[in-house]
């Protein structure tokens, strides 16, 4: 099971990476935002799945799922929301302010 | 266990959220911010003594135990540098009415301003790999909303880039601890020094060493992660560049510096002497690049970049003495940098261009800004006897010590050349006829003064007083270079 969902996130990340690497800046943004699902989900399988377990360790349970992989992804979570939210509305501005929603067009050194 | 530790991070973003209330009543909200921020430089400074004199302050949250809960730990250099961030703060603080439009200050500048404080001293202060990450979402997001603020053309470009560069690489951040995790699991900085030390840190743990490192290199602009930074940092406000170019790279240094001297010390042949060429290469790019331009801004960003390679020598010759060096030199650099980048957003705002060639003869307007801007060229470049002598005779000592003559060398021509590039701003916009044309703002141009004033003041006094600084910052080394004092004192063995 965790061997799927390494294949999974390596997946997410290669999609993501290549919709970073284009022009346009919405597909950038749905880059980022499928990369960050990848690193997710990375997190959940790199604590161990073990499904039907309760997340408390008591004595004598000796089948208990780590419930901190939990915890690091839900903060993750809505870092990653935020910062992403935060890109599609500062992408939108940037293409109205600069008449373009191109990368290629963005780059110059020139200077207000 | 002491509630002292948290104070650095909880009054900075309760005094941001305050200002997000009252951010429309001008008035109101600089005079709370200038006093907030002196409130907290108090509150710092008091820590620091107590953390000199008791040792170590710690916090576990909600009593939880160190492994398992989130932890804050205030040793002496997180203390230091919370310090010297405060510092920087306060002449933000009262340079940024001068310099920003009302417009721009009541858009949130002060929340933002002390939100981003709040993460910087967050960084400083965690214990927990993970809430490193949280801490720099923290200052990074405040910094988003900072390098936008007023809107203009460029600034919308670089800080697209800018953004989109940071997620990217916290990306990786989350992905390095998920690793880490997976290996060691736990994410206590302690707890995993204290595993990797157990299993000898073997291959994979290496491999996510160096994950680690070109996350944080991207954050601090180390060769070849440092294309962002220039441009990114010169478009905005020159409050805004200073804040950033004081404290946001310093915190990439200072967790290559934590993490480099705690957790992974145990493979120095490979992990520390790619720091020691990846040093020699950024000073060498981060001054061809300053040399290379005529936008007195984008002159000083590019000056941010030799002095991170600096600050790496140290950490790659990973000795007592150049750890020193890589602390003095640390402290050094948030407070003339924080400096600079207000004197040349002041110099480009008082001759209304920021191309060197449209300048000139600014001395016979404004003297006492040319002379402070000379005087800090020199502070930077490390002439004798102010502080960037200090720090760089520290890490030049330790080079010789380890016989690595080639950083050495390169490092006294980076100096060189950066003392050029700084003069050929001092030559090119003070020097020369007399212009009549420009129209001499006196009042903004006193408004400016004192905030530069006091920093630069800061720095020389780092310089010439370095025998009553030296002893705490030569602790800190002794502190760093024995990583098993940090983990007694928060596991408590």
Redesign the interface.
Known sequence: MEIIMAILAGLLFTTGVYN?LQKQ?LR?AIG?AL??H???L??LA??GLKGGAPPILVEGIEQYTDP??QA?IL??IV??F??TS??VV??Y??SE??GTDN?EE?R????? | MSNLAILPILIPLLAGMWLAFIAKKLPLARGSAKLLSILNLAVAIYIFFHVQQNGTLILEMGAWKAPFGIIIVGDLLAVTLVLTTNLVAIAAAFFAPKSLSDKQEGFYFYAFFFWLISGVSGAFLTGDLFNLFVFFEVLLMASYALIVLGGGKAQLRESIKYLLLNLFSSMLFVTAIAFIYAVVGTVNMAQIAERVQEVEQQGILTTIAVLLFFVFATKAAVFPLYYWLPNSYSVPNPVVSALFGALLTKVGIYSILRVFTLIFTHEPGLTHNLFLWLAGLTMIFGVIGALSTHNVKLIVAYNIIPAVGFMLMGIGIFTETAISGTVYYLVHDMIIKGALFLLVGALAHLAGTSDLRKMGGMIHHYPFLGWMFFLASLVLAGIPPFSGFIGKLLLLQGGLAEEEVIIVIVTLVTSLLILFSMIRIFIGAFWGEKNEEITVNKRAADGYVWPIAGLLALSVTLGVGAEWFYPAIQSIAEYLMAPELYIDSVLKE
């Open positions: 970073l800046l950038i980022t990369i960050s990848g690193a997710h990375f997190i790199m604590g901190l992989p690091l903060t993750s870092i990653s935020g910062v935060f890109l500062l992408a501005r940037a302010v600069n990368i963005l110059g050194n020139d200077y207000e």
